[in-house]
């Protein structure tokens, strides 16, 4: 009797909100223009405003407060965080498949948010106190070659766009692994870690002078984007070899 084959069922994206493509289109295009405003000069004005602004209103107390926050966007250890969650995850439901996400999430900001700040060479707003001592209009530019790799590594902003970036993935992570205990993690829990700890990392980055505000805002649009692109993957359906059949399960709940 002929076996019949197995036909692969089509895999699909994930849908996201704002549905569509047209969003991610917006937000490239978005940072797009924002490098070539700050290229051409532009919003330096703002930048510097928002700067001073800040340099003038740090007390002590408002300092320490905004360095322990702004620890909520390190991308090392919220890293590790989600490849444990990961781990635990696979272990628990024996499924390799939640190791994609930190490790998809991992090579996304690596090769993307790492190359537009070498590429970039824009000062941090510190960089006229401390070393190199720039005069504070040498600061501001984009595309300053000359200067150290170290020095210039402000535009976009790493803090924010992994902030937005990993905070996604433990939302992601989360879910699964607390269903598998028997319970649900609401929705505005997930709104909560997803939204929070990103924009206190934007507000701390750029109030402590680490960051441009437009560093930010770049960086902001930057993660945006590849968070979006993160949730359209449909970790349940990629396609596997066979040798991993025993540990090809699904770990995303049903909506």
């Given at each position: 009797?002929?076996?019949?084959?197995?036909?692969?069922?089509?895999?699909?994206?994930?849908?996201?909100r704002p549905a569509g493509w047209w969003f991610d289109a917006?937000?490239?295009?978005?940072?797009?223009?924002?490098?070539?405003?700050?290229?051409?000069?532009?919003?330096?004005?703002?930048?510097?405003?928002?700067?001073?602004?800040?340099?003038?209103?740090?007390?002590?107390?408002?300092?320490?407060?905004?360095?322990?926050?702004?620890?909520?966007?390190?991308?090392?250890?919220?890293?590790?965080?989600?490849?444990?969650?990961?781990?635990?995850?696979?272990?628990?439901?024996?499924?390799?498949?939640?190791?994609?996400?930190?490790?998809?999430?991992?090579?996304?900001?690596?090769?993307?948010?790492?190359?537009?700040?070498?590429?970039?060479?824009?000062?941090?707003?510190?960089?006229?106190?401390?070393?190199?001592?720039?005069?504070?209009?040498?600061?501001?530019?984009?595309?300053?070659?000359?200067?150290?790799?170290?020095?210039?590594?402000?535009?976009?902003?790493?803090?924010v766009a992994n902030a937005i970036v990993w905070y996604g993935?433990?939302?992601?992570?989360?879910?699964?692994l607390l269903a598998s205990l028997g319970r649900t993690l609401?929705?505005?829990?997930?709104?909560?870690?997803?939204?929070?700890?990103?924009?206190?990392?934007?507000?701390?980055?750029?109030?402590?002078?680490?960051?441009?505000?437009?560093?930010?805002?770049?960086?902001?649009?930057?993660?945006?984007?590849?968070?979006?692109?993160?949730?359209?993957?449909?970790?349940?359906?990629?396609?596997?070899?066979?040798?991993?059949?025993?540990?090809?399960?699904?770990?995303?709940?049903?909506?």
């Amino acid at each position: 009797m002929r076996e019949t084959p197995t036909v692969r069922r089509k895999v699909r994206l994930v849908p996201v909100r704002p549905a569509g493509w047209w969003f991610d289109a917006l937000l490239l295009a978005a940072l797009v223009g924002l490098t070539a405003a700050l290229a051409a000069g532009w919003f330096f004005g703002v930048d510097r405003a928002v700067a001073d602004w800040s340099d003038a209103h740090r007390p002590t107390a408002a300092w320490w407060i905004a360095f322990i926050l702004n620890y909520l966007g390190q991308g090392t250890p919220l890293a590790l965080i989600a490849a444990g969650l990961g781990l635990l995850l696979a272990i628990r439901l024996r499924s390799v498949r939640p190791l994609f996400v930190p490790v998809a999430a991992f090579v996304l900001t690596l090769f993307t948010v790492g190359p537009l700040k070498v590429w970039t060479a824009r000062p941090a707003p510190s960089a006229s106190v401390k070393e190199p001592f720039l005069p504070p209009e040498q600061t501001l530019p984009l595309f300053q070659d000359d200067l150290p790799v170290r020095f210039a590594q402000s535009y976009p902003s790493g803090h924010v766009a992994n902030a937005i970036v990993w905070y996604g993935v433990l939302a992601l992570l989360l879910a699964p692994l607390l269903a598998s205990l028997g319970r649900t993690l609401p929705r505005r829990v997930v709104l909560a870690v997803r939204i929070v700890p990103p924009a206190v990392v934007l507000c701390t980055t750029t109030y402590l002078g680490w960051h441009w505000l437009s560093d930010s805002v770049a960086g902001l649009m930057l993660g945006l984007l590849l968070d979006r692109l993160l949730h359209r993957v449909p970790w349940d359906e990629l396609p596997l070899p066979a040798r991993l059949r025993r540990w090809d399960r699904p770990f995303i709940p049903p909506v």
